[in-house]
């Protein structure tokens, strides 16, 4: 079974440019995430969502950050204009549906520095 | 902040030792999933322990939950250097959401 795929591994761009990136879950799997882990700390969730549905986006950044899930599979997520505070390992996460006791998944995370 | 702690921050054993970690959490959980993390690497998923269970035992993993303490511990058994990497623990919300610690380093030496 493919496990949850995420595009691109790394990234370095300069402040107040943007950039993308992209999550495939696993096959079948309701339930996406996004987190942010900032160098030496642990996951932060920023966004969850339920198809396409977003069910908790209250520690997205929403004057830089978005995220969208349209036709409930892949999702995208977006930082325009960066910060340098930004620099994190975005991770994806899928589960199968919102039921507490599904394992959630990641994957390999997008790793973005800002200069 | 909502996120739990974790502890020790960092660790160091010999190989054949026993390692364990310690997490502490703030929120009310449906279950608590730990969570390893290599160098430069995602998570991946180790075990999971409902709120209704006290122990629970994966091959070399143990794990313990004490829900009136907002505890848990993960133990592994004869540890190796590939155990070497990060541990988290995640406290499994209602709604699906995991809140993590900020985890273990574990250095495990040949």
């Known amino acids: 079974e493919a496990g949850v795929a995420q595009s691109p591994r790394y990234k370095i761009i300069e402040k107040r440019q943007s950039v993308a990136f992209w999550c495939n879950p696993i096959?079948?799997?309701?339930?996406l995430y996004w987190y942010q882990q900032i160098l030496g700390q642990g996951p932060k969730l920023l966004i969850q969502f339920q198809n396409n549905g977003v069910v908790d986006d209250s520690q997205l950044p929403k004057d830089r950050f978005s995220a969208e899930r349209l036709k409930g599979v892949d999702s995208t997520l977006k930082i325009q204009p960066a910060k340098l505070e930004d620099s994190a390992v975005y991770l994806c996460a899928s589960s199968l549906d919102l039921s507490p006791g599904n394992t959630i998944y990641f994957g390999e995370g997008s790793w973005l520095t800002v200069v | 902040s909502q996120q739990g702690e974790e502890d020790p921050q960092a660790l160091s054993i010999q190989e054949g030792e026993n390692a364990t970690m310690n997490c502490s959490y703030k929120t009310s959980i449906n279950n608590l999933q730990w969570y390893r993390q290599n160098s430069g690497r995602g998570l991946v998923h180790l075990i999971l322990i409902r709120s209704n269970e006290r122990e629970k035992h994966s091959g070399r993993l143990r794990v313990t939950l004490d829900t009136s303490k907002k505890s848990s511990s993960l133990l592994i058994t004869a540890s190796r250097a590939a155990d070497t990497a990060s541990y988290f623990c995640a406290a499994g919300t209602q709604g699906g959401k995991l809140i993590f610690g900020q985890g273990t380093e574990l250095s495990v030496k040949p």
């Open positions: 096959s079948g799997h309701a339930t």
